[in-house]
DNA sequence: GTCTATACAAGGATAGAC
DNA sequence: GTCTATCCTTGTATAGAC
């Protein structure tokens, strides 16, 4: 394993553990056997690191969404899809905690205004077409609700994971937000659409 | 105005313009012409400082959940309060989105399970209350639902403002989450409490 | 009680030797 | 690619003036 590839691995571990703000570049360094000059040779900033792993964490995310899109759509492969991108996002937890820094982060390196329309516009496709499909019934201004929904809960959901329980293991805090989103589309569900959402709820 | 008093208006004004994090204890005292060593005298660690804004914030937060306790419960009344507790939220938005600093800090000052355990408690009695009083139908699990719900949204819709648009004026911003609260409770209201939510879809 | 001056430790970052 | 030495900023603490 090359050393960057070493870096990348145990931050990840550390802002997992103690949070990104917790964590120093000596910290890592130290715990790898490597020297703080040397960690910044591979990253010269801090914020290189931590944007090479919120790019690994996105290509495993849209990785799931084009599973998604590849085959045709259903509320079962649309829960399918989550609990993926939920676990990834479990796995990321240390980048999606550290919001404050994150924003700031992000806000410089990308065009924000036009990734975020991109997620809206995104899910916007992903509901239209459950509804086309015949798991959905939406009406005028659901398909604007469900998005708004889906955006916050899809990124906050780990937030107030951790924020309101803490010690809850893996499996058991994706099964809870994941019957959580679940319950939230059945509320728009066609009876085609309830069946499908039916192991979710067992 | 007593100097502690000052320091808390320019720290919370600070901090809402730059975030937590990238005010540091000098730049406070500089903007009001007092000596770093000054500043510690009256809040000894930055996190003093910032425990008590929290406090301030609070306090306004329960004054109006004992104002909409205080008379009968409806919909309505919910929003109102609702709307009182988003504003109040948008005014102390620096200590809402440094969620990393400010999980350590209240961890190791409050018993968070406790407070966490009231906060669900609470949203919980509102919900069966608006139940009893006809504005709701609450079927089997949709109290949890909600009280899930609730948690989530009551204190993320902030952080998502501020994410997805950052550049929304403060009436528009409260108004664009309270009307997707106001959705998701006409999701479980009875007719005479979709009479009650009128105006917010307005 | 209120404030200034100052010192110290820890963190991110960089230059330059090997 | 790796290391050492060094700089600057930040949070924190304290001695001592008024």
């Known amino acids: 394993m090359k050393t960057r590839d070493k870096i990348l691995t145990q931050s990840l571990k550390l802002f997992n553990e103690k949070g990104m703000a917790q964590v120093g570049v000596r910290d890592i360094a130290r715990s790898l056997g490597l020297s703080p000059g040397n960690l910044s040779y591979h990253f010269p900033k801090k914020e290189d690191l931590i944007l090479e792993l919120v790019n690994r964490m ?35 937890q240390g980048l999606l905690i550290g919001q404050e820094e994150m924003k700031r982060i992000l806000f410089n390196e990308y065009d924000y205004k036009a990734v975020e329309e991109r997620r809206k516009a995104h899910f916007r496709t992903i509901f239209l077409g459950l509804a086309a499909a015949g798991e959905m019934k939406l009406e005028s201004e659901d398909a604007d609700f469900l998005v708004s929904y889906m955006t916050l809960f899809g990124r906050f959901w780990i937030l ?36 499908s959402l039916k192991p979710f709820f067992e």
Chains 1, 2 share one sequence.
């Open 160 to 195: 107030e994971c951790f924020v309101s329980t803490p010690d809850l293991p893996k499996d058991e805090a994706v099964d809870k937000y994941l019957l959580l989103l679940a319950r939230q589309m059945s509320l728009f569900a066609t009876e085609q659409g309830k069946e």
């Open 58 to 92: 996105r290509a495993k995310n849209d990785a799931f969404y084009q599973q998604y899109f590849a085959a045709l759509p259903s509320l079962a492969r649309f829960m399918e899809t989550m609990r993926g991108i939920f676990f990834n996002q479990y796995d990321y």
